[in-house]
Each structure stands twice: as C-alpha cells, then as structure tokens.
C-alpha cells in the first residue's frame, strides 16, 4: 500500500512473509531513494504487535495524516493513523513519521 501525505512524503505498509505490517516513508520529498528503514506496527494500548490476515489499506486524508487499517485472523480492526513531523516537505525529514492507533474491535 502506498500513499502520499499532505506534506508530499510516500508512506509506505506491506504485510511481511511473517505477518506483521511494517511502514516506512521517504524522508526527502519528490524523491525515489532516501526511505526509513522498515518498522513493525504497534498497537498504541499494549505496546504489542499482532499479526494480520488481510493485506493494509490506506486513505490519503485531506487534513494530513495518512489512515491505514487491516484486520488479523479473529476478524479484529486495527487503524492507525500517521503523525508525519511538521518538518517534513520542507526538506529531509529529521525523524520518520509515527503511528498511532490499534485494535478497534471486531465489526457487528
């Protein structure tokens, strides 16, 4: 999955051979090299990681942050939502954007 914040940064999140969905961005905007390295998602709450069942989806919203969601074998929702530093656009990003959010339950 990819998509592009208000800022101009790629964010990228695949669900790797293990399970896991991992992240990672550009930290020159308009550029093809120069990403983060890859981070395992954490669920903000439990400081865990929890495997997934479902590739990630992604929403580019119009305030800024970019909102990824997946659900794992139980059929249980899990949205995060990008923090991208404020600096980012205007040059190399100092510090890669963060993620926070996690399980929202399972759907009715």
Do not use: C, H, N
């Amino acid at each position: 999955m990819a998509a592009r914040s208000s800022t101009g940064l790629i964010q990228l999140a695949v669900r790797a051979d293990d399970g896991y969905i991992y992240v990672t961005e550009q930290q020159f905007p308009g550029r093809s090299i120069g990403y983060w390295p890859w981070r395992r998602l954490v669920d903000q709450r439990t400081g865990l990681s929890y495997p997934a069942a479902t590739d990630p989806a992604s929403v580019s919203t119009s305030t800024g942050p970019v909102v990824l969601t997946y659900r794992d074998s139980d059929g249980v929702s899990y949205v995060f939502q990008s923090v991208v530093p404020a600096q980012a656009g205007r040059g190399e990003a100092e510090v890669p954007a963060e993620y926070i959010g996690g399980s929202v339950g399972k759907p009715e």
